[in-house]
């Protein structure tokens, strides 16, 4: 059976507020296995932790669920280009974003398709200024849903998926190449000199360009660790 892999952008597609984060990995798969996609699920959680921190009882919610971790600087272009390099046809990627990020990735994930690849989209919602981007991009995406109503096809009670939660799962930070088993290696992570130093330099980048984030900490100062949690996660 084909393999999925899920990329899930999670500050623009965060887990509705009535949604219990530790049922995330498990809903996820059991609503793909519901709309016939039954070979293995990947799920990776992606978020830009210095812009959008989270708590630590969310994240350590979510990687119990069996889902990987991944801090991300601007869009998962590395992640999906990851996926690329690996995967085979028939396999299935499933994007879980908003319209912007679709829009951003369009050129890429056309390209996918033409390959031989299955790609499904969960998102908030359509907003009318990108409605050209739906009627070509959705063309050629094999299933999209709202991301609130895919969640709600999921069975809470499929006991099957419950092993997912016991696999070993990762961290990674796509800025720096850096990947872990646990939040504590990634929390270490950030603190480290390497993390400060790419950060600082890329900071500097977007800077030349004029393109800077209104978070980012002036020249010669060092970025602050991204904070996901107490510091004893």
């Known amino acids: 059976m084909a393999t999925t892999t899920v990329l899930w952008d999670i500050d623009s597609c965060p887990l509705p507020d009535s949604f219990g984060p530790s049922l995330a990995g ?23 932790l210095h812009l959008n921190p989270r708590s630590a009882s969310l994240l350590e919610a979510l990687f119990s669920s069996g889902i990987h971790i991944s ?7 590395s992640l999906l280009f990851g996926w690329r390099m690996s ?5 299935t990627l499933m994007l879980i974003c908003d319209d912007t990020t679709l829009e951003m990735l369009s050129e890429p994930l056309f390209r996918i398709c033409d390959e031989g690849f299955t790609i499904l989209v969960a998102h908030p919602g359509r907003k009318p200024v990108s409605a050209d981007l739906w009627k070509t991009f959705l063309s050629v995406v094999s299933r999209d849903w709202i991301w609130e109503s895919f969640l ?3 069975d809470d009670k499929d006991e099957a998926l419950e092993y997912k939660c016991r696999e070993m799962g990762y961290v990674s930070c796509e800025m720096c190449e850096f990947s872990g088993f646990s939040l504590k290696d990634l929390t270490t992570h950030f603190s480290s000199d390497e993390h400060l130093e790419e950060g600082n330099e890329r900071e500097t980048k977007t800077e030349h ?5 209104t978070s980012c900490a002036p020249r010669g100062t060092k970025r602050p660790a991204a904070h996901i949690g107490p510091s004893d996660l």
């Open 26 to 48: 498990r809903s996820i798969r059991s609503a793909l296995k519901n709309s016939g996609y039954l070979g293995p699920v990947t799920i990776t959680a992606m978020s830009n």
């Open 71 to 77: 801090n991300i600087f601007g869009y998962c272009l």
């Open 87 to 91: 995967a085979q046809p028939p396999a």
């Open 152 to 154: 709600g096809s999921a």
């Open 209 to 213: 360009v004029g393109e800077q984030e």
